[in-house]
């Protein structure tokens, strides 16, 4: 029988967390840039209300299509059988990774480095000023880094995979233990792979890791003992289900082309843990663009019962990740529901938690999680822990959104830009 995941064993660093951001090329934000960038410089032509896409109501958005194409100028711009992009990313783009450091060190060793490696653009994107540098160059003359690396392959109910950054199908790979594979961990190998969203190497035999990896879209039992398990997706799993939709019928390389687009450290209450790139037109920058990261916050909703829940839901749209938790449903009282919420706060897995009124006593209870404290406390004041009052919040559906921009400790946090924000109120 297989160990259980750890339960902590959290290191005191950000380098017990690491993301991947992800893109479907297919459906790559290119094409939304070239409506922002139509709005950019047509407003006064066509008479927007805002050069910001982001910033139109509804009925402007809905004759972007016919104004766009019939555009003598941009119209000729469009892809052959491609029609005009006006709508956002259904869900973010990034994977938080939870590393188990004290299971298999090797392989989060491993893994968090080629994250890291060539920068972590999110301290740049939220005021950072360290210069990056370039990734070393691995053995086999390529980058050791899984930025602008491929997912070599989608299994629909088995696995996502990813990290060939060598020849990019799987056939590949390197580690940064001067290119040698490294050997399998046992406690690694204890774990079960029993569900989705679980983090383990990719390898071709016993003791031949490199620098693949894959995650979980279900209970995978036929990798157990096989491969080392170290880590688990605590948010973003999202994301990696809406790769499987681009499952092949062989089982194999994905039907349309997917790569890692942005990866490294998640620094809790640092770096921005769930959203999207958004390129905003920018006529100063050499490159024409200025990328902004969207934020959508990751919500815990508190609800008398799950049609309440759902009410949250449908208010909240693409504009946040949600847990809703029906206190209807809930055996064990109060001490369960607030457990229910309190364990993925102490894991980062939440931003704040939103109680209908309903439940607003509930959160009377509920305090900023230790794990908090405990890194606001070991930063020496580079981290600074979200008060009681922007962290629970007290909201109806149809002021969530709101309460999220005005009064939680994102939408507070200066720099930062929520999605929901330009939602029209």
Request: charge should be neutral.
């Amino acid at each position: 029988m297989g160990r259980k995941f750890p339960r902590s064993g959290l290191r005191p660093c950000a380098r017990a967390f690491s993301f991947l951001t992800t893109q479907d090329v297919a459906r790559s934000g290119a094409f939304l840039f070239q409506t922002a960038a139509f709005v950019d410089a047509t407003d006064s032509r066509y008479g927007f209300s805002s050069k910001d896409l982001r910033k139109l109501g509804g009925s402007e958005l809905s004759r972007l299509p016919e104004l766009m194409s019939s555009d003598h100028e941009w119209g000729c711009r469009l892809p052959p059988n491609e029609t005009v992009t006006t709508e956002f990313p259904p869900h973010g783009s990034r994977v938080v990774f939870r590393l188990f450091w004290d299971v298999a060190p090797l392989a989060c060793e491993n893994f968090a480095t080629l994250c890291t490696n060539g920068g972590n653009s999110l301290e740049l994107a939220t005021g950072g000023n360290k210069k990056t540098k370039p990734a070393p160059v691995g053995e086999c003359g390529k980058e050791l880094t899984y930025r602008d690396s491929t997912i070599h392959r989608v299994t629909e109910g088995f696995v996502v995979q990813g990290g060939d950054f060598v020849f990019g199908n799987g056939s590949g790979g390197e580690s940064i233990y001067n290119g040698k594979k490294f050997k399998d961990e046992r406690a690694g190998l204890a774990l079960r792979h029993d569900r989705a969203g679980v983090l383990s190497m990719g390898n071709s035999g016993k003791n031949s890791n490199t620098s693949q990896f894959f995650v979980t879209l279900d209970g995978a039992p036929q990798c157990d003992g096989k491969h080392v398990v170290f880590g688990e997706a605590i948010s973003g799993m999202e994301v990696v289900k809406g790769l499987e939709r681009h499952a092949s019928s062989g089982g194999g390389e994905p039907s349309v082309p997917i790569r890692i687009t942005d990866c490294g450290a998640y620094a809790p209450l640092i770096t921005p843990a769930a959203g999207f790139w958004y390129d905003r037109p920018d006529s100063e920058s050499y490159t024409g663009i200025a990328p902004e990261f969207m934020i959508r916050p990751r919500v815990g909703i508190l609800a008398p019962s799950k049609p309440a829940g759902s009410r949250f839901e449908r208010a909240l749209a693409e504009h946040a990740s949600t847990l809703v938790v029906a206190v209807d449903e809930i055996e064990g009282g109060d001490d369960e529901i607030v457990r229910t919420v309190s364990e993925p706060l102490e894991k980062f897995a939440l931003d704040l938690v939103v109680a209908a009124p309903a439940c607003a006593k509930l959160l009377d209870s509920m305090n900023v999680p230790s794990s908090w404290k405990d890194l606001t406390r070991k930063s020496n004041g580079a981290v600074s822990a979200p008060t009681k009052d922007s962290l629970f919040l007290v909201a109806k559906p149809v002021d969530v959104l709101s309460a999220i921009c005005s009064k939680s400790w994102l939408g507070m946090r200066p720099g930062w830009l929520l999605s929901a924000s330009f939602v029209h109120r």
